[in-house]
């Protein structure tokens, strides 16, 4: 499965995708992204002019205002 890094104050989305197998990273800093599938932000971090630089090719998944169903589905759709 795949390797995903989120925000540690998601304890709810990570363990769903724990439970689908998937390798989880707490994101703390952007080295803690660097070798992974995928990452998930809570977006309560999100930069006042708007302007984000990212430091991963694989996407990232905002999960502010989601169920963790939701980011687990947005996961899946964007790592198939």
Do not use: F, W, Y
Not at 39 to 44: A, E
Not at 50 to 66: D, E, F, H, L
């Amino acid at each position: 499965m795949a390797r995903i890094a989120v925000e540690e104050n998601l304890t709810d989305i990570k363990t769903a995708l724990m439970e689908m197998g998937h390798e989880i990273i707490d994101l703390r800093t952007e080295r803690d992204a660097a070798h992974c599938d995928c990452c998930v932000i809570s977006g309560q971090d999100k930069d006042v002019m708007g302007m984000q630089t990212t430091s991963i090719a694989g996407p990232v998944i905002n999960a502010q205002g989601q169920t963790s169903e939701d980011v687990c589905q947005a996961v899946n759709e964007k790592l198939s």
